[in-house]
């Protein structure tokens, strides 16, 4: 009878951590460092790029299952808090202890980045308590975390003095990424936000005008990227991986658009799968144009099998309430 509890609360904790997104927040801090500091700070600070970011993205992943708990008991009973196998008091706790885990973290990197932290933990918690109700706000609050990851590593790396053209590219770029992927993700889970009332995009104006939307912002985030990637045209390695990061954009928005009168909620879910992956690798293409090869492969290589075999055994599970089949 123990051990069954406890596989199953375990369960449930991983369903929760869902690390098919888990390693984004990491990544992009961790790219952002490198590129900000062109290669040059110190490994353990590199660490804590990819460290804080990802325990404020298992907080906001908890903090998202703790404030949506009606809202999955409507739409998504099978979840770990409306299921009962994670109780809600015990979410919240575990997103408290994620948070100060993070800053302590973040402290022992620089005071600025502590204070980059905490403004983090209050958009994130807007997000999921409010923002994301609020149809595009949540969308653009979700670009804003991400906004706040490189400025960061930035301050983790002590190359935030200037500002510079640098942090302002990153900026623009993650902004309409994560914005764009974040409107995906509402977009699947349209039909469960309309019968609770939250007034999404989709929810809102629709289907085909959400992709409208998502499309245009990942052309906005295509607007920053290209020049970028163009102006380090020599950094082979980085532009081959940007290269298919565009490929796989181009096959995802695409498709979007051409069933957007008649998407289906597994279509946009597999759209947003797609997605987490290609997140991944434009991240590790900013941090290939100054990082050494070896590592920023061998991480990109380690997160994106995580990533896929969680997809491939979670996903549909939490999504759904069903294993893949």
């Known amino acids: 009878m123990g051990d069954r509890w406890l596989s199953t609360k375990l369960l449930a904790h991983l369903e929760m951590m869902r690390p098919y997104t888990l390693f984004h927040a990491g990544m992009l801090g961790f790219a952002a460092g490198m590129f900000l500091s062109r290669g040059e700070a110190a490994w353990w600070r590199l ?41 809600a008091q015990e979410a919240f706790s575990f997103m408290v202890g994620y948070i100060l885990l993070g800053y302590g973290l973040a402290f022992v990197l620089s005071w600025f980045a502590f204070v980059i932290a905490v403004l983090t933990t209050v958009f994130g918690i807007a997000y999921s308590r409010t923002f994301k109700r609020q149809a595009i706000l949540g969308n653009l609050d979700r670009g804003l975390l991400a906004c706040f990851t490189v400025l960061f ?5 002590h190359n935030l003095e200037g500002m510079g053209w640098s942090v302002l590219v990153l900026v623009g770029i993650f902004f309409f990424h994560d914005s764009s992927s974040n409107l995906v993700g509402a977009i699947r889970d349209a039909e469960g936000d309309r019968e609770a009332g939250y007034r999404t995009v989709p929810v809102v104006y629709g289907i085909s005008r959400a992709v409208w939307i998502s499309d245009l912002l990942a052309l906005s985030w295509l607007a920053f990227a290209v020049p970028l990637f163009f102006h380090y045209r020599s950094q082979g390695g980085a532009a081959a991986l940007f290269s298919l990061s565009l490929l796989i954009t181009i096959g995802v928005f695409g498709t979007l658009f051409f069933y957007r009168k008649r998407l289906t909620r597994p279509q946009a879910l597999n759209a947003h799968k797609a997605m987490v992956i290609e997140r991944l690798i434009l991240s590790a293409a900013v941090a290939l144009i100054y990082g050494p090869a070896v590592v920023v492969l061998s991480l990109l290589a380690a997160v994106i099998a995580a990533t896929e075999i969680s997809q491939i055994i979670l996903r549909n599970r939490y999504e759904f309430g069903v294993k893949e089949s």
């Open 47 to 87: 660490v804590l790029c990819f460290l804080v970011p990802t325990l404020g993205w298992l907080a906001g992943l908890y903090a998202g299952d703790y404030y949506d708990r009606e809202l999955d008991a409507i739409a998504k009973p099978h979840r770990p808090v409306p299921s009962g196998r994670v109780g």
């Open 153 to 157: 590593a930035g301050a983790a790396v």
